[in-house]
């Protein structure tokens, strides 16, 4: 094989590149979109970040496309794999929260159906729970249905759950 082969192997087509410069570009959209605290632990320069504040304040439809396109450019230049770690990392987080609060959903929902052996067994569970408050709770709350009154001991039994709940990877 020449020199000449060899770099041509290495060279990337342009659908490639057209490929790559997209995915920059779709970061960028997203970076738009992020809360600000997150925006914050991004490893980006103080321009690119500049960049994206304005491009928050933008409504104009063209406008806002062509910030995208230029914070896509100014990206380039940028750790793209500290990026998407770092948004990676954000999304398991955020995934972990609604996994928690589905699970937090699930049981206020059976203390609720199946009361005292539902209690019994959270309180296997989560030692740490005050027995005789749970209990009260889940009266207060069963009662409330029961009248069709408007869930406030329910989601006062969410509160006290999601406060005092500890979740392990047992869960």
């Not at 990337?12 to 410069?21: A, G, T």
């Not at 997203?30 to 500049?50: D, H, Q, V, Y």
């Not at 869930?151 to 039994?157: D, F, M, W």
Request: proline share 2%.
């Amino acid at each position: 094989m020449t020199q000449q082969d060899e770099h041509d192997l290495t060279e990337k087509s342009k659908s490639q590149v057209k490929r790559e410069l997209l995915e920059i570009t779709e970061l960028g959209e997203r970076l738009l979109e992020i809360p600000e605290g997150l925006l914050a632990k991004l490893p980006i320069s103080e321009t690119c970040l500049k960049a994206i504040k304005e491009g928050r304040k933008i409504n104009h439809h063209t406008g806002k496309k062509r910030q995208i396109k230029y914070i896509g450019k100014l990206l380039r230049d940028e750790d793209l794999e500290g990026i998407r770690a770092e948004l990676a990392i954000s999304d398991q987080y955020h995934q972990l929260e609604v996994r928690k609060q589905h699970l937090l959903e699930q049981w206020r929902d059976r203390l609720m159906k199946e009361g005292d052996k539902a209690t019994f067994e959270l309180l296997q569970l989560e030692p740490t729970l005050d027995r005789q408050q749970l209990r009260q709770m889940v009266r207060n709350a069963q009662k409330e249905k029961e009248l069709n009154k408007a869930p406030k001991a329910q989601r006062e039994l969410f509160r006290y759950l999601r406060e005092n709940m500890q979740f392990s990877d047992q869960e």
